[in-house]
Nanobody, 114 residues
Framework: VQLVESGGGLVQAGGSLRLSCAVS????????MGWYRQAPGKPREPVASISNGGSTNYADSVKGRFSISRDNANRMVYLQMNSLKPDDTAVYYC?????????WGQGTQVTVSS
């Protein structure tokens, strides 16, 4: 499977962005999909995930502001980000777990200005 993210950019605090992740290749054995982020000088951290059954989980820092969704027919995963804060600035990575293996996209930069 291959993942390609899009939708990042520069936005003012309080604004919104929608990240997209296109899934190509074999999707056999995918058990969960999600988004991670990595800010400069910090480790990569989970942001949100969604299971095959549609159950979602969010990091405490984004609860109530971010929403993850998936379109299985079109093989897409989305992250709607509202009320963005400067602390949300990071490279955002799409992730899938396929038969026990983590697969990553190349990342998309999100910059939130104050």
């Amino acid at each position: 499977v291959q993942l390609v993210e899009s939708g990042g950019g520069l936005v003012q605090a309080g604004g919104s962005l929608r990240l997209s992740c296109a899934v190509s290749g074999s999707s056999f054995g995918i058990s969960a999909m999600g988004w991670y982020r990595q800010a400069p000088g910090k480790p990569r951290e989970p942001v949100a995930s969604i299971s095959n059954g549609g159950s979602t989980n969010y990091a405490d820092s984004v609860k109530g502001r971010f929403s993850i969704s998936r379109d299985n027919a079109n093989r897409m995963v989305y992250l709607q980000m509202n009320s963005l804060k400067p602390d949300d600035t990071a490279v955002y990575y799409c992730n899938v777990q396929q038969m026990g293996r983590d697969v990553w996209g190349q990342g998309t930069q999100v910059t939130v200005s104050s």
